[in-house]
């Protein structure tokens, strides 16, 4: 059996404390299940610039290379406020994201049905909520040149962020969304603004031609981005597929994850295009939530979100849909027996920490697994 290696970057914040539950996981993948996971482990973001003043080390980046997928924790905080932008924690995250060309960010947002009543909305707008939000991860506004602050004298500066997409960005992030629609329920919607930007009218424009050139079986449906945000609090079970630009699919997935009960819940996929020869995709997995660092330290965090993530890890990178599956029902059933953390917690729970969460899933995938 070849080697399954994956490259573990803990991160900062919380970023630790969940990757140490994933950690329990792998070892028990290994230990028992057999699965031969080879881990290396790296640093990233201000862990990473306290060790070599960079956010990423060069040795680290060439790890990430070589590794078959990379797991995650999360990045930033207060402590490297004052640091110079090209340096600041994630700006490490970024050069993972373009320099591994993971151009498509997959986010589902799925509402366990123990948890519809942890969500801000009314329970019966979110319960069996699973909608999959699509989101282009190495272009847009994120990358765009020119990017800078020039100063005009006298006071005055001027701040440009360079909005840019290329057709065939485009066009490579629709045939994800469509292709995933394809296993799901068959509907993309797209979300730009191209009533005021020029990326949004070519946006548009060629996610309309692939559409009616080799996606027919799939609907599509178009929505401007503001209008998007709003049906999703509205009315989120109409979604199904929702492909959106970098900055749109940050801000909307934070608001699909809210939906869900607790940012605390979301995994998210990074993925490259696929290597025709080896077979291979180049892969991150990370949760959607940040560092958290007005909880870091006190075990309280929710390691839902990277547990799910080391799942779809094992779904997208290993083939491993077993257990990826069983993974996820063991995620499901610890909620239906009224565990949860902090941030999910309703009254008549049981509140547990982060280092208890992980023991009860993974608990309970021991025994679905057996
Ligand atoms: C995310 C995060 C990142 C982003 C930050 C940490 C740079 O918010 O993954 O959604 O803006 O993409
Ligand atoms: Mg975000």
Not at 43 to 51: D, K, S
Not at 330 to 357: C, F, N
């Amino acid at each position: 059996m070849k080697p399954r290696k994956i490259f573990l970057l803990p991160g900062d914040g919380i970023g630790v404390e969940i990757m140490a539950e994933a950690r329990k996981f792998i070892a028990y993948m290994n230990d028992e299940l057999k699965l031969g996971f080879i881990c290396e482990e790296g640093l990233v973001g201000g862990a990473a610039y306290n060790a070599h003043g960079m956010p990423i080390s060069d040795g680290d980046m060439r790890r990430a290379l070589a590794a078959d997928a990379i797991l995650l924790g999360s990045v930033g905080g207060p402590e490297w406020d004052g640091v110079s932008y090209d340096l600041r924690p994630e700006a490490g995250l970024l050069r993972l994201r373009k320099d591994l060309q993971l151009f498509a960010n997959l986010r589902p947002a799925i509402c366990y049905p123990a948890l519809a009543s942890a969500s801000s909305l009314k329970s019966d707008l979110v319960e069996g909520l699973d909608i999959l939000i699509v989101r282009e991860l190495t272009g847009g506004v994120y990358f765009g040149e020119p990017k800078e602050i020039i100063d005009l004298g006298e006071g005055q500066k001027r701040a440009i962020d360079t909005q840019i997409y290329e057709t065939y960005e485009v066009v490579r992030i629709a045939r994800v969304g469509f292709e995933l629609a394809r296993t799901r329920r068959g509907h993309v919607t797209s979300m730009e603004k191209r009533n005021v930007m020029k990326t949004g009218l070519l946006w548009n424009e060629v996610i309309t031609a692939i559409h009616a050139a080799r996606y027919q079986d799939v609907i599509l449906s178009h929505m401007l981005a503001d209008a998007g945000g709003m049906q999703l609090v509205r009315a989120p079970k109409q979604f199904d597929v929702i492909v959106t630009d970098n900055l749109f699919g940050d801000l909307l997935s934070d608001v699909a994850a809210m939906l869900t009960g607790s940012l605390g819940m979301l995994p998210s996929a990074s993925l490259g295009s696929l290597d025709e020869i080896s077979g291979k995709r180049r892969a991150m997995y990370e949760p959607v939530h940040g560092s958290a660092p007005d909880i870091v330290g006190k075990g309280i965090a929710n390691p839902i979100a990277m547990i799910a993530s080391l799942a779809m890890c094992l779904r997208y990178s290993f083939a491993l849909n077993i257990e990826a599956d069983r993974l996820e029902k063991a995620i499901s059933a610890v909620l239906d027996d009224g565990l949860r953390t902090a941030d999910i917690y309703v009254q008549g729970m049981q509140k547990v920490s982060t280092s208890e969460m992980g023991d009860a899933i993974l608990e309970k995938f021991r025994l679905i697994s057996a």
